[in-house]
């Protein structure tokens, strides 16, 4: 499997614009996660979904913030509009719910710029 | 709301020396504990974890403990190498829901 996949790498945007971060969990796996990194907050849980269900949004910062899955291959996570406080890196991971304690696999991730 | 708390941003040991990463947590019900750890443009990946059923677990030059009483736990790296050196994430996991939550992150610096 090539793991957790994650796009753009990169993301240079002005603010005010749309942006769409994309998702690919491993295989099999049920439980996707966002997260975002900061230096304050470390890995900051944004939203997590168990079989495609969004169980907790609490962590989304404001409505600027939505997150899908619309099936269990792929998620999006948007932000509309974008501001430069939302500069950061955005990780997507993806585990298995249900079994025990199973350990969360990440992406690489990726780097949002709101100019 | 921080639920998890790693109070230490940064750390640094001699070669050879023990590495301690500590983590504080403040919700009981947590069935899970994870450390992980992150290189620069990487990824985190999955480095230990122990059960709220157990004090103690051990992989390699790895080990982390749990005080339950104290709501603690720590990542014990003996001996330190410089490979080591990243930033290390602890995180605490509900096992009926699936929530998995980090602290902020302590960065280790093993000097040669």
């Known amino acids: 499997d090539a793991g957790v996949i994650q796009s753009p790498r990169h993301e240079v945007t002005e603010m005010g614009q749309e942006v769409t971060l994309r998702c690919k969990p491993i295989?099999?796996?049920?439980?996707l996660f966002w997260y975002r990194q900061t230096m304050m907050r470390g890995l900051e849980l944004l939203i997590y979904f168990n079989n495609n269900v969004p169980i907790d949004d609490s962590g989304m910062p404001e409505d600027r913030f939505s997150a899908k899955m619309p099936n269990a291959s792929f998620s999006t996570l948007k932000i509309q509009p974008s501001e430069p406080r939302d500069s950061a890196v955005y990780f997507c991971?993806?585990?298995?719910?249900?079994?025990?304690?199973?350990?969360?696999?990440f992406g690489q991730g990726t780097r949002l710029t709101v100019v | 709301d921080q639920q998890v708390k790693q109070n230490s941003p940064s750390l640094s040991v001699q070669e050879g020396r023990i590495s301690i990463l500590n983590c504080d947590y403040t919700?009981?019900?947590?069935?899970?504990f994870l450390w992980y750890k992150k290189y620069p443009a990487e990824g985190p990946t999955f480095l230990i974890s122990?059960?709220?059923?157990?004090d103690k677990n051990e992989d390699g030059r790895f080990t982390v403990f749990l005080n339950k009483s104290a709501k603690h736990l720590s990542l014990h790296i003996v001996p330190s190498q410089p490979g080591d050196s990243a930033v290390y994430f602890c995180a605490a996991l509900r096992g009926n829901t699936g929530k998995l939550i980090f602290g902020q992150g302590t960065t280790l610096q093993v000097k040669p």
């Open positions: 295989s099999g796996h049920n439980s």
């Open positions: 991971a993806s585990r298995t719910q249900g079994v025990g304690n199973t350990e969360a696999f």
């Open positions: 919700n009981s019900m947590f069935d899970y």
């Open positions: 122990i059960s709220s059923i157990k």
